[in-house]
């Protein structure tokens, strides 16, 4: 009986692999070398997603990602921390399978997992229209990353690549709207497919406030994901010149996902030292620190800690006196 409901959900839940491919989502053609990239990635997610669905343990969970090509593991990590957070909220359990996986994964990718969860947020109606409500029992900082995973999930399955129009979006904060749009200018990454060229007119489509918060994330996407050709970075600092500091900052919380991880990749290092003007480890140092000092004040009623954390970093990498 058991059996039976467990394999009922795997169907009806199942996320089909064909749905990573840009055809399938309705994404524009890009280079093949970055397409063949993105693409990786999103079944990458699926695989972790559907390991995780299974609920069969922790066991097959870490299997999977320690049995995954090294640059690709966070992206499997996520789409099982998906998987979790969405059983919890399923069942009675009151995140228990998520406590577990996080004490896990926590020392190496806490923070691909909490943005694995907002996925889960997205998927249950009555969930993603206060989306904020269900955030408050996770990490005081990281807890925002779910609200980010969401922003993602809607751009890279309910964006229109033409107009760049999403759906109706849940109810959210003053903060939680930022937050959300950090997701979604990562979502803009895979829906240009790593062209820099494309990139002018997607963020032009949303309105002058919202885009810092999107160039954030375009640059936590560039330094995480990759796939960007090396020739198009003059033409990528010239199209963010506006946002400089806003994409230094989301690079810079890739490359500490990336460092924490231990996942050291060519692209990283590039984007970071050419961009950022640091090291790998000088930029994940100065995450690391301002972490510190951010997790040591409290939240404000407009402005979580979790943005001070993003400032300190953006103003350190532009030199901007604390």
């Known amino acids: 009986m058991w059996g039976s409901l467990k394999s009922l959900r795997c169907t009806l839940l199942r996320i089909h692999p064909r749905e990573a491919s840009f055809s399938v989502r309705g994404f524009p053609p890009a280079s093949p070398r970055s397409q063949q990239h993105l693409e990786q990635i999103g079944r990458s997610f699926i695989r972790g997603y559907g390991v995780g669905l299974k609920d069969e343990g922790l066991r097959p969970v870490l299997h999977a990602i320690a049995r995954t090509p090294t640059e690709f593991k966070g992206f499997v990590c996520e789409g099982a921390a998906m998987a979790i957070a969405l059983l919890d909220a399923l069942s009675l359990r009151a995140n228990s399978r998520w ?104 963020i032009a489509a949303f309105s002058e406030e919202r885009r810092p918060d999107l160039w954030s994330g375009i640059g936590l996407a560039c330094a995480y994901a990759g796939g960007m050709a090396e020739e198009s970075l003059d033409l990528f600092v010239s199209n963010a010149a506006p946002h400089s500091g806003h994409l230094k900052q989301g690079i810079a919380f890739g490359v500490e996902a990336r460092k924490l991880a231990g996942i050291d990749t060519e692209a990283t290092h590039y984007v970071c030292e050419r961009l950022c003007l640091r090291s790998v480890d000088q930029v994940s140092s100065i995450v690391r620190s301002a972490k510190a000092e951010a997790s040591t004040r409290p939240d404000a009623e407009d402005l979580p800690a979790y943005e001070l954390w993003r400032t300190k970093v953006r103003n350190q990498l532009e030199g901007v006196a604390a």
Request: proline residues 7%; contains cysteine; positive net charge.
């Open 99 to 202: 406590h577990d996986f996080i004490d896990a994964i926590d020392e190496e990718q806490p923070y691909i997992a909490h943005v694995g969860a907002g996925w889960a947020l997205a998927r249950l109606p009555w969930h993603r229209y206060r989306p904020e409500t269900r955030i408050m029992g996770y990490d005081r900082l990281l807890r925002w990353l779910l609200i980010d995973g969401f922003g993602f999930h809607e751009g890279y399955f309910f964006l229109c690549p033409k107009t760049f129009a999403v759906r109706k979006g849940p109810l959210l904060s003053p903060y939680g709207k930022r937050a959300y749009d950090q997701g979604l200018g990562r979502s803009l990454w895979f829906t240009c497919g790593a062209d820099i060229s494309r990139l002018p007119t997607a």
